[in-house]
């Protein structure tokens, strides 16, 4: 008897459905936060989101929500330093101990919660095959929304990041505009953890988007091929995961190292 | 060629409890290259960043263009004492379209224009060959034509460069003066630079002015 293909399982679709989405959100912002190096915060946003996700399950709500409503605030409060005349050093101490508060805030809820070791294996390292239609429509209009606010904020966003002085002096305001692209990326770092969870959310945003850097692409290329790298890495995963029996973050975190190895292979023999 | 002045009526301008303006008044035509002069702590970023808007003034009515500052700084190119050290893994000819109409909101659907506007800049400033270089190879004389094609990027009447010739050789300041030279015949753009040592400026092409700021004035 001739086993069924991957695709036949209604759960798969939606996983494969809610990988692309989430991919075109990993590569866009992903990029951008590395392009103005705030990969601490593409790395601290999703932990931060864990600890809402936490009080959601607890207070018997949708993980997804807590997540997105946390995230936030933390991309509001990450842009707010971002604004205050803090040396980085000084700004990324304090993000870390808002990241560490976090996780511990997240462990205290999952243990009132009475379902602290299953809940806090997905929310830290994702529920991919768990996508339900639902949760599907919530991440394509996550999706819509970011990439949407990111066209808006797109030619600003790059030359204040490319060029500060001179954005500036042509009155452009860099806070404001960093804090409402952390807002995009808060709400994007959100949706990818619900794929990849809190832990290796970071692989699916910042791995692609390194090799495109790596391989010096201009913007428009770069961020194509930071998508089609989130999207190789978040499909591939997939595949090997229905194979090889081994959980998705596996896949997505190593598949993240192999494809910057691979790209600095290549730009060495280039 | 485009005409440029800057006035000031009774202007302050403090930064902590430092004054670098103290009710000053004066008018500066800055048709061709005008050399701001003054010791170091001086305070000649600072007036460069009030004539942008980036600083404000205390007091009394400063005019740059005929306009206050954050209305004038849309039609000035500014080139920081600095060079920003930012994306240096991307080609050049990315750091100059992202220049161009960066302040507009929204993406931009003509990338070929845009691509042959930057071209056209990196030829004026004679970095044509630079185009697909990242930027952190570059060297400084080179980053600093990068940064000169920038600032052009909104054709702007005035351009205001800190300092230009501060990381440069000798050789590389004698190039950067014949290309203001350049750029004045050929775009009709004025010049405001700061600078500290000495300027072979007698032979260039243009009309030149130097002026001091020293106890709270600017001298002519």
């Known amino acids: 008897m001739v086993e069924p293909s991957f695709l036949a399982f209604s759960f798969m679709q939606h996983a494969f459905i809610g990988c692309f989405l989430v991919s075109l959100l990993a590569g866009s912002l992903g990029w951008c936060l590395l392009l103005r190096r705030q990969a601490f915060a593409a790395h601290a946003l999703p932990h931060i989101g864990f600890s809402g996700a936490a009080a959601a399950v607890w207070l018997h709500i949708s993980p997804l929500w807590g997540m997105i409503a946390t995230s936030m605030l933390g991309g509001v409060f990450m842009g707010h330093e971002g604004r205050s005349k803090h040396h980085p050093a000084q700004r990324d101490m304090m993000t870390g101990l808002i990241l560490a508060a976090s996780l511990g805030i997240g462990v205290l809820c999952l243990h009132e919660a009475n379902g602290a070791s299953s809940q806090a294996t997905t929310l830290l390292f994702g529920d991919v095959l768990g996508l339900d239609l639902p949760s599907l429509g919530i991440l394509a209009l996550l999706t819509l929304l970011c990439l949407g606010g990111l066209a808006l904020l797109w030619r600003p966003l790059l030359f204040i990041s490319m060029a500060p002085s001179l954005a500036q002096a042509q009155g452009l305001s860099a806070s404001r505009l960093g804090q409402l692209f952390l807002l995009l990326a808060a709400l994007a770092s959100a949706a990818c953890a619900e794929i990849a969870g809190a832990l290796l959310c970071f692989s699916l945003m910042i791995g692609p988007a390194a090799v495109s850097l790596k391989l010096?692409?201009?913007?428009?290329?770069?961020?194509?091929?930071?998508?089609?790298?989130?999207?190789?890495?978040?499909?591939?995963?997939?595949?090997?995961?229905w194979y090889s029996d081994i959980p998705l973050p596996f896949w997505i975190s190593l598949g993240g190292v192999g494809l910057y190895a691979l790209a600095s292979f290549l730009k060495r023999s280039l | 060629m485009k005409e440029a002045h800057?006035?000031?009526?009774?202007?302050?301008?403090?930064?902590?409890?430092?004054?670098?303006?103290n009710h000053a008044t004066f008018a500066l035509p800055l048709t061709g290259l005008t050399i701001l002069r003054g010791h170091n702590g001086a305070g000649k970023t600072c007036v460069l960043r009030a004539l942008l808007g980036i600083l404000p003034h205390q007091s009394g009515t400063l005019l740059l263009l005929g306009h206050p500052p954050d209305v004038a700084r849309h039609q000035c190119g500014y080139m920081p004492q600095k060079a920003d050290q930012t994306a240096p893994m991307l080609p050049v000819i990315s750091h100059v379209m992202a220049c161009l109409n960066g302040a507009r909101w929204g993406f931009p659907f003509s990338s070929k224009t845009t691509r042959h506007h930057a071209e056209a800049l990196l030829r004026d400033v004679n970095a044509f060959p630079l185009a697909h270089r990242p930027l952190g190879c570059l060297s400084g004389g080179e980053r600093q034509r990068i940064a000169?094609?920038?600032?052009?990027?909104?054709?702007?009447?005035?351009?205001?460069?800190?300092?230009?010739?501060?990381?440069?050789?000798?050789?590389?300041?004698?190039?950067?003066?014949?290309?203001?030279?350049?750029?004045?015949?050929?775009?009709?753009?004025?010049?405001?630079?700061?600078?500290?040592?000495?300027?072979?400026?007698a032979s260039l092409p243009l009309p030149v002015r130097e002026v001091t700021l020293a106890r709270g004035h600017i001298h002519g």
């Open chain 2, 6 to 21: 800057l006035s000031a009526q009774d202007v302050s301008l403090r930064i902590g409890s430092q004054s670098i303006l």
């Open chain 1, 216 to 241: 010096g692409l201009s913007p428009f290329k770069g961020i194509l091929c930071s998508i089609f790298g989130a999207l190789l890495l978040s499909w591939g995963g997939l595949i090997l995961s």
């Open chain 2, 148 to 201: 000169l094609a920038q600032a052009l990027a909104n054709n702007p009447k005035l351009l205001i460069l800190d300092e230009p010739f501060a990381a440069l050789d000798a050789q590389s300041h004698q190039a950067l003066l014949q290309l203001f030279g350049q750029l004045y015949q050929q775009r009709g753009v004025n010049i405001l630079i700061t600078a500290h040592g000495p300027l072979e400026t």
